[in-house]
């Protein structure tokens, strides 16, 4: 079983305080079976918010950059896309009429179709089968 994390459900496997940790902890320790796997763009996006995340004291860059090391570098496949991926998303989004942030979602969910991904864990679900509903199956919220 191939399982692609998006960056919501990865952000409260880190934070222990998320509402949401222990649900999608069980889904983690079931992906260990199989390949788990984090879009590359996911990276960024989650130092992004591990950096910026209402909790004190604040997660400060070097802590942000020791989890993404430790917890999801050392366990998770990243999936890269190139930019002839990128262009297709944006031409896919540009003919459903999609803006705005989805873009990134849109990304994500790309990376999990490149990978081959069975399953895709997200806390965003609606906004995901929105974008892909042919990937409605696929898409599990904890």
Known sequence: MRTLFDTSALVAVLIQIHPAHDRVMS???????????IAAHSLAELYSILTTYPIRPRISPAAAQQMI?????STFEIVQLSGVDYTTVIAYLARQGITGGATYDALILSAAVKAGADQIVTLNERHFRRIRPDLAENIIAP
Not at 27 to 37: E, N, P
Not at 69 to 73: K, R, W
Request: no cysteine; hydrophobic share 45%.
């Open 27 to 37: 889904w983690l320790r079931q992906a260990k079976i199989g390949t788990r796997l």
């Open 69 to 73: 090391d430790q917890s999801i570098l």
